[in-house]
């Protein structure tokens, strides 16, 4: 019989926090005192030791045991180094054991604010801060944090050598200030509060190691800094917290953390809130949302920068579920589960929280251990999260511990505290270390400054510093218009100047290792097959040999021969025929797109599937796929119908686009996908392995860098197409899907400026992948045929486009 509600709760508490009774129980077992760790020195006792080497220092003193006490000068401090026990202190004993002298420090300068009370006053203040925090505000603090680092990152220029920690910082500032408070500080503000930050934290730790807090009075240089960052601080926080006028803040129906502060009532004295009140909860978000977020931001870009393999699978997976141009959601997020494991790794490898402290207020049981009254407990997240007991290998950076939950359930991984006192602001914290990184990640390609990697700075938060990059633009960031002021090239100039994967030549980009005489043989038996299938008609062979479509087999796979260059041949036509077919009605009636292309798609699984207009296409698809497929592995044939799959689907997409007229609206992330899957690249990648005569290796295939290498391959070869067949799409009565028209009109450019900015994109992808197949190939020679297969596909594309009939326009000046 399930238990009442009430006594369920109570049932449960009994298992976490022992009931207290005026005389407690007698052990069984005599509680023990904890180890002394050896080495004090005199007057000094560990505190030359956690000044030299915090980290080493104290994640040594778990092989002692799961608490020990060290010395500090005359005082001694009980360190818990057992992820278990910090979990009990941290919940357990959270009424008897509050804050300690860390945080005193801070409430002196900053008052009692929710990060600095405890028992009923903390609990009172939660509940008023709790709904600045609520699930139906992150929508919105999505979609700033979104703005403010995409504006940040607009700032930022190719070659410029950026600080990471201080920048990071800047942008966390910006963001806490204008998601939680709906303010702009200035940027001398910004600068100060930057410069403030180092000097509050050394002398946060510093007086809190005195031995006696008379010493935090003296005019020392250390508490004279440690002042004056305070006193910065106040006036930074003073500027957000009134930074909008009256009539904006109750336009804003308290949705402001000011305004809902100002709107709260103190339970204890059912009086308004102060303004002192007010500051002390701003000064609270700023120290805790700014400092911890940024240093994780440096650390996680560290981190992608010493595995490209990491950064290659992240960005993979924004493509998918977090594609570049659109506003992240809370279900975006979600959907982005290996990039949460990156982020969970950086947080775990590099826990922003050094040390913090407690002290009991009573004598406690911290395990094994009889904790006296009166003392003060400290424990490092950082410490904890590097046991080797808890992660295996705990100094690696390794994402997938995360893939199967390892390593996250209580107590092991606290990044954010437990109990009472757990932040707040946590998911808010998750949600912005991932938008911010994504929106940074799609725009920029950070390359490390030689010898600028982040280093270690422990405080009361392992810093990092040091780190240096120089900023080179993403290949697919989203494309911009060249710079306002540069010259305009004519709009007519065809992409001739060179490939823009060899920088050779279009005409020998990718020379045909083949006497011609064999292409020309290729193409009249292809010519014979169009019409024996009844694809053409006699009389439209001649406009259809001008195509060409030989020669783009013949410098895309320049060692295709005999039945596989036949094969490759047959397959272009085929497709090329089909998308002629959406020139016509189809293209713009879903209907019929559907009737079109659904056949086509159960032909891919050998179903009969629905009726078809068009059984010569359908019955020339069919002997096609059967020739693709057979002698395939099913590896191979898996991929290869998914991803035609994806190609096939995207004639009825269009066709629901024009229908609707939602093409004018349609953006460019929307843009790119479709003409990426539409183009037909993927399923030729694919035949490139159809052409060797074997798979690549699936271990090649396995790798997020192989991933991004075929869709920057896809990319680079629909944009090049998008230039050259620009002036037939410009003509065309159906809206066309072109990444240069898209670009004039959702940026408003000038056609030229358009096309310039798709040739920039082709040449950023032509660097990336270049780099994307050096290091492939570096970890995997025996796939290396198949990088080079990518190359040559594009370069065959160029050449191709930029000789061909197909794109010719009546009258036209030809790309």
Same mark, same amino acid.
């Given at each position: 019989?399930?238990?009442?509600?009430?006594?369920?709760?109570?049932?449960?508490?009994?298992?976490?926090?022992?009931?207290?009774?005026?005389?407690?129980?007698?052990?069984?077992?005599?509680?023990?005192?904890?180890?002394?760790?050896?080495?004090?020195?005199?007057?000094?006792?560990?505190? *030359?030791?956690?000044?030299?080497?915090?980290?080493? &220092?104290?994640?040594?003193?778990?092989?002692?045991?799961?608490?020990?006490?060290?010395?500090?000068?005359?005082?001694?401090?009980?360190?818990?180094?057992?992820?278990?026990?910090?979990?009990?202190?941290?919940?357990?004993?959270?009424?008897?054991?509050?804050?300690?002298?860390?945080?005193?420090?801070?409430?002196?300068?900053?008052?009692?604010?929710?990060?600095?009370?405890?028992?009923?006053?903390?609990?009172?203040? !939660?509940?008023?801060?709790? #709904?600045?925090?609520?699930?139906?505000?992150?929508?919105? /603090?999505?979609?700033?944090?979104?703005?403010?680092?995409?504006?940040?990152?607009?700032?930022?220029?190719?070659?410029?050598?950026?600080?990471?920690?201080?920048?990071?910082?800047?942008?966390?500032?910006?963001?806490?200030?204008?998601?939680?408070?709906?303010?702009?500080?200035?940027?001398?503000?910004?600068?100060?509060?930057?410069?403030?930050?180092?000097?509050?934290?050394?002398?946060?730790?510093?007086?809190?190691?005195?031995?006696?807090?008379?010493?935090?009075?003296?005019?020392?240089?250390?508490?004279?800094?440690?002042?004056?960052?305070?006193?910065?601080?106040?006036?930074?926080?003073?500027?957000?917290?009134?930074?909008?006028?009256?009539?904006?803040?109750?336009?804003?129906?308290?949705?402001?953390?000011?305004?809902?502060?100002?709107?709260?009532?103190?339970?204890?004295?059912?009086?308004?809130?102060?303004?002192?009140?007010?500051?002390?909860?701003?000064?609270?978000?700023?120290?805790?949302?700014?400092?911890?977020?940024?240093?994780?931001?440096?650390?996680?870009?560290?981190?992608?920068?010493?595995?490209?393999?990491?950064?290659?699978?992240?960005?993979?997976?924004?493509?998918?579920?977090?594609?570049?141009?659109?506003?992240?959601?809370?279900?975006?997020?979600?959907?982005?589960? /290996?990039?949460?494991?990156?982020?969970?790794?950086?947080? %775990? +490898?590099?826990?922003?929280?050094?040390?913090?402290?407690?002290?009991?207020?009573?004598?406690?049981?911290?395990?094994?251990?009889?904790?006296?009254?009166?003392?003060?407990?400290? /424990?490092?997240?950082?410490? +904890?999260? %590097?046991? #080797?007991?808890?992660?295996?290998?705990?100094?690696?950076?390794? #994402? =997938?511990?995360?893939?199967?939950?390892?390593? +996250?359930?209580?107590?092991?991984?606290?990044?954010?505290?437990?109990?009472?006192?757990?932040?707040?602001?946590?998911? &808010?914290?998750?949600?912005?270390?991932?938008?911010?990184?994504?929106?940074?990640? !799609?725009?920029?390609?950070?390359?490390?400054?030689?010898?600028?990697?982040?280093?270690?700075?422990?405080?009361?938060?392992?810093?990092?510093?040091?780190?240096?990059?120089?900023?080179?633009?993403?290949?697919?960031?989203?494309?911009?218009?060249?710079?306002?002021?540069?010259?305009?090239?004519?709009?007519?100039?065809?992409?001739?100047?060179?490939?823009? &994967?060899?920088?050779?030549?279009?005409?020998?980009?990718?020379?045909?290792?083949?006497?011609?005489?064999?292409?020309?043989?290729?193409?009249?038996?292809?010519?014979?097959?169009?019409? !024996?299938?009844?694809?053409?008609?006699?009389?439209?062979?001649?406009?259809?040999?001008? /195509?060409?479509?030989?020669?783009?087999?013949?410098?895309? &796979? #320049?060692?295709?021969?005999?039945? $596989?260059?036949?094969? +490759?041949?047959?397959?272009?036509?085929?497709?090329?025929?089909?998308?002629?077919?959406?020139?016509?009605?189809?293209?713009?009636?879903?209907?019929?797109?559907?009737?079109?292309?659904?056949?086509?798609?159960?032909?891919?699984?050998?179903?009969?599937?629905?009726?078809?207009?068009?059984?010569?296409?359908?019955?020339?698809?069919?002997?096609?796929?059967?020739?693709?497929?057979?002698?395939?592995?099913?590896?191979?044939?898996?991929?290869?119908?998914?991803?035609? !799959? *994806?190609?096939?689907?995207?004639?009825?997409?269009?066709?629901?686009?024009?229908?609707?007229?939602?093409?004018?609206?349609?953006?460019?992330?929307?843009?790119?996908?479709?003409?990426?899957?539409?183009?037909?690249?993927?399923?030729?990648?694919?035949?490139? $392995?159809?052409?060797?005569?074997?798979?690549?290796?699936?271990?090649?295939?396995?790798?997020?860098?192989?991933?991004?290498?075929?869709?920057?391959?896809?990319?680079?070869?629909?944009?090049?197409?998008?230039?050259?067949?620009?002036?037939?799409?410009?003509?065309?009565?159906?809206?066309?899907?072109?990444?240069?028209?898209?670009?004039?009109?959702?940026?408003?450019?000038?056609?030229?400026?358009?096309?310039?900015?798709?040739?920039?994109?082709?040449?950023?992808?032509?660097?990336?992948? $270049?780099?994307?197949?050096?290091?492939?190939?570096?970890?995997?020679?025996?796939?290396?045929?198949?990088?080079?297969?990518?190359? =040559?596909?594009?370069?065959?594309?160029?050449?191709?486009?930029?000789?061909?009939?197909?794109?010719?326009?009546?009258?036209?000046?030809?790309?």
């Amino acid at each position: 019989m399930a238990l009442p509600t009430d006594a369920l709760l109570a049932e449960t508490r009994k298992r976490i926090v022992p009931p207290r009774t005026t005389t407690p129980p007698v052990p069984a077992v005599r509680a023990a005192v904890p180890p002394l760790a050896p080495g004090a020195l005199p007057g000094l006792g560990h505190a *030359a030791a956690l000044l030299r080497d915090p980290l080493g &220092f104290l994640g040594s003193l778990a092989r002692l045991g799961g608490v020990v006490r060290i010395r500090l000068g005359p005082r001694t401090v009980c360190v818990v180094t057992d992820a278990r026990l910090v979990h009990t202190l941290l919940v357990a004993l959270a009424h008897d054991c509050p804050r300690g002298a860390v945080q005193d420090t801070l409430k002196t300068a900053f008052g009692d604010g929710l990060l600095m009370s405890e028992g009923r006053a903390h609990r009172d203040r !939660r509940r008023i801060v709790q #709904p600045a925090f609520g699930p139906d505000r992150m929508a919105g /603090y999505l979609a700033v944090m979104h703005q403010v680092t995409e504006e940040r990152a607009g700032r930022w220029r190719p070659g410029q050598v950026l600080d990471v920690a201080k920048e990071m910082n800047h942008l966390a500032l910006e963001i806490v200030t204008r998601s939680l408070f709906g303010a702009r500080l200035s940027e001398d503000a910004t600068l100060a509060f930057h410069r403030a930050l180092p000097d509050l934290v050394k002398g946060q730790i510093v007086q809190s190691l005195y031995p006696h807090p008379a010493l935090a009075r003296l005019p020392l240089p250390v508490n004279r800094r440690f002042d004056a960052a305070v006193r910065v601080l106040n006036r930074v926080v003073d500027q957000a917290v009134n930074g909008l006028s009256e009539k904006a803040r109750s336009d804003r129906n308290g949705g402001t953390l000011p305004a809902l502060l100002r709107a709260a009532t103190d339970p204890a004295t059912g009086r308004p809130l102060t303004e002192a009140d007010v500051r002390s909860e701003a000064i609270t978000m700023f120290g805790a949302g700014t400092e911890t977020v940024s240093t994780t931001l440096t650390w996680l870009l560290d981190e992608l920068l010493r595995h490209p393999e990491v950064e290659a699978r992240v960005l993979a997976e924004l493509d998918e579920h977090l594609p570049a141009g659109t506003t992240p959601t809370p279900e975006a997020l979600g959907r982005l589960t /290996y990039t949460r494991s990156v982020t969970q790794e950086v947080v %775990r +490898l590099h826990a922003p929280n050094a040390f913090l402290m407690r002290t009991a207020q009573v004598p406690v049981d911290l395990g094994p251990y009889r904790i006296p009254a009166g003392t003060e407990l400290l /424990y490092s997240l950082t410490a +904890l999260h %590097r046991d #080797p007991v808890r992660y295996d290998e705990p100094l690696s950076f390794r #994402p =997938e511990r995360w893939q199967d939950g390892g390593g +996250l359930g209580r107590p092991s991984f606290l990044p954010f505290g437990a109990g009472k006192h757990k932040c707040i602001g946590e998911a &808010f914290a998750w949600a912005e270390l991932t938008v911010a990184a994504a929106a940074i990640l !799609r725009r920029w390609r950070p390359v490390a400054v030689p010898g600028a990697h982040a280093r270690e700075v422990v405080w009361t938060t392992v810093q990092a510093q040091g780190l240096r990059v120089r900023l080179a633009p993403r290949a697919e960031a989203a494309v911009e218009p060249a710079e306002v002021g540069a010259p305009e090239a004519p709009a007519h100039r065809p992409l001739t100047a060179g490939c823009p &994967f060899t920088g050779t030549s279009a005409a020998t980009a990718a020379p045909t290792p083949r006497p011609p005489a064999e292409l020309r043989a290729a193409a009249d038996r292809h010519a014979d097959w169009t019409v !024996r299938h009844g694809l053409l008609a006699p009389a439209e062979l001649p406009g259809y040999r001008a /195509y060409a479509l030989h020669e783009l087999i013949g410098h895309a &796979f #320049p060692r295709a021969r005999g039945t $596989e260059l036949d094969l +490759l041949v047959d397959i272009l036509g085929w497709f090329t025929v089909l998308d002629d077919r959406f020139d016509g009605s189809p293209g713009r009636r879903p209907a019929e797109a559907h009737a079109l292309v659904d056949p086509l798609i159960s032909a891919l699984d050998g179903e009969a599937g629905p009726a078809t207009p068009d059984d010569r296409l359908l019955t020339a698809w069919r002997e096609l796929w059967r020739r693709q497929s057979e002698s395939a592995s099913p590896a191979w044939r898996a991929r290869a119908a998914g991803e035609w !799959r *994806a190609c096939l689907a995207t004639f009825p997409a269009e066709a629901e686009h024009r229908a609707r007229g939602t093409v004018p609206a349609l953006g460019l992330a929307d843009t790119m996908r479709l003409r990426r899957h539409g183009s037909c690249l993927y399923p030729f990648m694919n035949i490139l $392995e159809r052409v060797h005569g074997a798979d690549a290796p699936a271990a090649l295939h396995a790798e997020p860098a192989l991933h991004r290498l075929r869709a920057n391959t896809a990319d680079a070869a629909t944009l090049i197409n998008d230039l050259y067949s620009l002036e037939r799409e410009e003509r065309q009565t159906a809206a066309a899907f072109n990444t240069v028209l898209t670009l004039q009109r959702i940026r408003g450019c000038t056609r030229s400026r358009a096309v310039r900015a798709v040739r920039t994109r082709v040449l950023r992808l032509r660097q990336e992948n $270049e780099e994307l197949r050096r290091d492939l190939g570096r970890r995997h020679p025996a796939g290396r045929w198949y990088l080079d297969g990518t190359r =040559e596909l594009v370069a065959g594309v160029h050449a191709w486009t930029s000789t061909s009939d197909r794109y010719l326009v009546p009258g036209g000046r030809g790309r």
